[in-house]
Nanobody, 119 residues
């Protein structure tokens, strides 16, 4: 079973950048569609971006388009989320997740990393 571990969160000011990383172990990373979700207290976890197995296809929630970039390195079993021009409303716990390319449910989640953007 694949295990995921995020890193790279922190406290930044509005307009700054952060890069989140998610390292996978124990599975065949290249067979998974990878995604980043975020959650704020009292609200549901929501999809931020996902990336296909070969990295050719990416999708983003409208609010981060043009600011965030998802990428992956299958050789390193790692997925990234580059976040630029951060806004206070981007403050959340960010989770990476994995699912089989032929299924819709995510089968593995990281522990989450806090991103806080001050105004």
């Amino acid at each position: 079973q694949v295990q995921l571990a995020e890193s790279g969160g922190g406290l930044v000011q509005a307009g700054d950048s952060l890069r989140l990383s998610c390292a996978a172990s124990g599975g065949t990373f290249s067979q998974y569609i990878m995604a980043w979700f975020r959650q704020v207290p009292g609200k549901e976890r929501t999809l931020v971006a996902n990336i296909s197995r070969d990295a050719r296809t990416t999708n983003y929630v409208e609010s981060v388009k043009g600011r965030f970039t998802v990428s992956r390195d299958n050789a390193k079993s790692t997925v990234y989320l580059q976040m630029n021009s951060l806004k206070p409303e981007d403050t959340a716990v960010y989770y990476c997740a994995a699912r089989w390319w032929f299924e819709t449910d995510y089968i593995a989640w990281g522990q989450g990393t806090q991103v806080t953007v001050s105004s």
